[in-house]
């Protein structure tokens, strides 16, 4: 239970900055926080500071199967969130395990890898956020 559940956690944050951001109010916007129109990686592990207590719905310091709603872990399946950030395999992720978890989604953005996302790959992310979730609402209705 304690996989299934770090497994459902993990695509709700991996899928939640692509629907937020559909919104207008992606992570990489929260993280600009001196609103120059770039993004460093300091600011971009700030934002999921700020975002880890979002997901751990009960303020119990974790995000685990309590955090997840039962519907939708019905749902959802695999474990990537316990393989990514689950680092001490105890079936739960800590605030630290969290922020200091991978950071696939900046990396990506990253293209020159100076540790700060430009206004060019800032947009670049927006468009590659604006695919992946098309995707998943194409997949979701079929």
Do not use: C
Not at 67 to 86: H, M
Not at 130 to 136: H, I, L, P
Request: a negative charge.
């Amino acid at each position: 239970m304690p996989r299934l559940f770090v497994s459902t956690a993990l695509l709700i944050l991996l899928s939640a900055p692509a629907m937020a951001q559909m919104r207008g109010e992606g992570i990489f916007e929260r993280a600009d926080t001196n609103h120059d129109g770039s993004v460093t990686r300091e600011e971009f592990l700030a934002a999921r500071a700020a975002q880890f207590a979002k997901f751990d719905r009960n303020s119990d310091g974790y995000i685990d199967s309590a955090d997840v709603p039962e519907r939708l872990a019905k749902r959802r399946g695999g474990d990537f969130l316990a393989t990514q950030f689950d680092a001490d395999g105890d079936g739960k992720v800590s605030k630290e395990e969290f922020v200091n978890g991978p950071t696939t989604l900046f990396d990506r953005a990253d293209t020159d890898k100076n540790n700060v996302l430009d206004a060019k790959e800032l947009a670049a992310a927006k468009e590659l956020a604006k695919e992946k979730g098309q995707e998943w609402r194409s997949r979701k209705n079929q």
